[in-house]
C-alpha cells in the first residue's frame, strides 16, 4: 500500500511577472526517491523554492499537500518543521554564528514543534559526532561560522550533514553535485544514500544524470516549460544523457 | 522640600521668580529656563557649599559664550534650551494605580526581561520604590558593609556634603566645564548622580550599583557621575538600568568623570536603553553624554563596555586618557538603532604615556530607518614612546533604509607607535533569513541569532547577569525589523 507523501496538483507559480511553473502534477510516495531533470532555466530550482516557501515566489494557483497537510499554507520554518528539507545550490553564509550553535537552534526548533524537549549540550555533542564521523565533519568545522569560509565541497557537505542531523520526511536536492569534483560528489551522496529508507522521499533536481549514478532515482521526469513533460524510470536518465533535452522540449 | 526652605529661596532668587515660589502645589518645581538665579536655585535646594555654586556659575558663564556641536552627522530639531526645566522636572500626570492602567505594550517588555512583577509596578511607577524594593535599606546594608573597607559609594549630593575634600579634589579634573558645550551645560545644571571612591589597596568586592536600576531612575537628566580608584584598587561599576523606561525628557546631558589611580583597574559597564521614540521618530531622548577616563598611574587600566540601544539621539565617546606609562585602555561597544534612531557614538583613546596601549572593538547594528556613526579618535602624543593600538569597527544592516557610518581619526605624533585599523560593514540578507528558516528557525529567531553572533566579542565583557538582560534587550530593540 503506497502512502502519499507529497501530492502536487495542477500548480502554477510565478517569480515577478514571470509564469515559471505552469501545470505542474507529481505524486511523491513514502520511501520513493524522484529525480526531476530538465534544461536550465526551466524553472527547476523555482520548483524547490515554490516547496520550500521563499519568499518572492508567488503561487497563481494549485495545491500542495504534505503528509495531507495544506503545504502552502505553512510559513517556510513551519514546512523546515514538519519535515521538509532543502539541500540547497548555494548555501549562504552566516557571519559570526557557529555552525554548533546554528544547529542547535535548528534542532531544537524542529524538536518543539514535535512537542520533544529541547536536547541538552551534552545530547546535542553526541548526536554531532556520531553523524560528523560518517561525513568527515570534526568539531573544528562545527566551530566555524556557518558555511563562512568553506569550500563548494565543504559546503554541500555541510548540507547533507544538517540533512542526517534533523533526519527529515521529505529531501529536496536541487543541483546537489554542481561545483563538486567525483570524491566530493561521492561523499555527498554516500551521505544522503545512508538516508534513504521505506518512509524517507526525497527529491533529486539536476541537470546532469551523473549525480543519479550515485544516487539512483525509482522515477526520472523530465521537466521543461514549468511542467513534467515526460516520466520514466531511471533509464530515462540514461536516454536524456545520450539525446540532449532538445528532442524532449520539441515532444510537448 | 516643605515651608522652611522657600523664604530662603525668594531672598536667593530674587523677585523674579516669587511666584514660581510661592505656589503652593508646586513648592518644589522651578520655572522653565536658564539663568543664574535658577543655578543658584539648585545649588540652595541641594544645600551645596558656596565654592561648588561658584563652579556652576562659572560653568554656565562659560557655556554661554559655546556654541552646540554640529560637526555629528545627527539630524535632529533644534533644542530650545529655554523650554526646559533644570530643577525638578515635573511630572503632571497622576502616577498610575495599578499595573492594569500601565501601557500594554510596556509591561510586555517587562515580561521579556523577566523582570519580577514586585519590580515591574516600581519602573512602571505605580508604587513608590522603597514601598516595594526596599532600595533605601538594601542600600544602606551595603553600604555599611563597603564601608568597612573604606569604600564610599553614595550620590554625588550627599558626596559633596560628606566628602567634600575628595569632591573638590576630582570633580572637572577630568571633564573640565570648558570640556563642550554639553559637558559645561551639565557643569552648571547637574542635579544628581553617583561617587565611588576605591580606597588605596582594595579590591571592591561587590559589582557596584545593580540595585541602582531602580534608584537612579529620577537622576535622569543631568547626572554626573565621579569614580576614583586609589593605588592598587579595583571596581566594576554598572550602570543604567536594563528596563526600558519611558522616560519622556527630551534632553540628557550627563558626565562620567573616573580618575584611575597607579595600578588600578575599573571596569565600567553600560547599558542605556532610554525612550527611542516611536517607529515615525517622535518623542525620544536625546543623549549628550560626555564619558572619560584618567589613567593617572603607571600600570593603569579602564575597561570601557557599553550597550546602546535606546534614545533617539546618540552623541556618546567614553575616552581614555593614558597619562600613566605602561597603561591601558579598553573600549567595547555595541550600539543598535532601529526605526528613526540616530547614533553617533566611538572613543577616543589618547596616548600620552609610555608603553600605553588601546584596544577599540565596535559593532553597531542598524534596522529599520536608522542611522548609525562610528566615530574615534586614536591620539598618539610626541612622548608616548611605544603606543600600541587596535581598533576593529564592524557595521551590520538589517534591511534596506537604514546607513552605516565610520570615521576614524589617527593623529600619530610619535613614530615608535604601532596603530591598527579593521573596518567591515555587512548586511543581514533575506538569503540569510530564509536559510535559517528552511532549517525550523523563525526569522526572529533568526535576527536574534545573526546579531548575537555579531556582538559576541562585545558582550562577553560584560558582567553575566548584565549579559543575560542585554542580550534580550537587543531581540526587543531588534524586534519587526525584518518581515
Known sequence: ?252 | MGAKEKPEIIDESGDKYKYGFVTEIEADTAPKGLNADIIRLISTKKGEPEWLLEWRLKAFEFWQTMTEPTWAKLVYDKIDYQDLYYYSAPKQKAAPKSLDEVDKELLETYEKLGIPLKEQEALAGVVAVDAVFDSVSVATTYRAKLAEQGIIFCSISEAVKEHPDLVKKYLGSVVPYTDNFFACLNSAVFTDGSFVFIPKGVRCPMELSTYFRINAKNTGQFERTLIIAEDDSYVSYLEGCTAPQRDENQLHAAIVEIVVLKNAEVKYSTVQNWYPGDKDGKGGVYNFVTKRAACRGDNSKISWTQVETGSAVTWKYPSCVLQGNNSVGEFYSVAITNNKQQADTGTKMIHIGQNTSSKIISKGISAGFSNQTYRGLVKVSPNARGARNYSQCDSLLIGENCGSHTVPYIENRNKTAVIEHEATTSKISDEQLFYCQQRGIGEEEAVSLIVNGFCKEVMQHLPMEFAIEAAKLINISLEGSVG
Open chain 1, 1 to 252: 500500500m503506497k502512502i502519499p507523501l507529497l501530492e502536487i496538483e495542477d500548480l502554477y507559480a510565478r517569480v515577478g511577472d514571470k509564469e515559471i511553473i505552469k501545470g505542474f502534477n507529481l505524486t511523491i510516495n513514502e520511501g520513493e526517491v524522484h529525480a526531476v531533470m530538465g534544461p536550465n532555466g526551466a524553472g527547476k530550482s523555482t520548483l524547490s523554492y515554490v516547496l520550500t516557501g521563499k519568499p518572492g515566489y508567488e503561487i497563481i494557483s494549485g495545491s500542495v499537500k504534505f503528509k495531507g497537510k495544506d503545504l502552502l499554507a505553512m510559513s517556510p520554518e513551519e514546512r523546515a518543521r514538519e519535515g521538509v528539507f532543502l539541500i540547497m545550490q548555494y548555501p549562504v553564509e552566516i557571519p559570526g554564528v557557529p555552525t554548533s550553535t546554528f544547529l542547535k537552534h535548528s534542532v531544537n526548533a524542529v524538536r518543539k514543534h514535535h512537542h520533544l524537549p529541547e536536547l541538552d549540550t551534552m545530547e546535542f555533542i553526541k548526536l554531532l559526532r556520531e553523524e560528523g564521523k560518517k561525513l568527515g565533519i570534526d568539531n573544528e568545522m562545527l566551530k566555524r561560522p556557518v558555511n563562512v569560509g568553506f569550500s563548494g565541497g565543504e559546503k554541500k557537505r555541510m548540507e547533507t550533514f544538517q540533512m542526517s542531523i534533523l533526519k527529515p520526511d521529505f529531501a529536496i536536492l536541487d543541483e546537489a553535485d554542481s561545483g563538486l569534483d567525483i570524491d566530493a560528489l561521492k561523499v555527498v551522496a554516500d551521505g544522503v544514500n545512508a538516508l534513504r529508507n521505506e518512509k524517507r522521499s526525497m527529491l533529486v533536481i539536476t541537470h546532469y544524470q551523473r549525480l543519479l549514478n550515485y544516487i539512483v532515482p525509482d522515477f526520472v521526469h523530465v521537466f521543461a516549460d514549468g511542467h513534467i513533460v515526460k516520466s520514466g524510470d531511471k533509464n530515462l536518465a540514461l536516454e536524456l544523457e545520450e539525446k540532449g533535452y532538445a528532442e524532449f522540449v520539441r515532444e510537448k
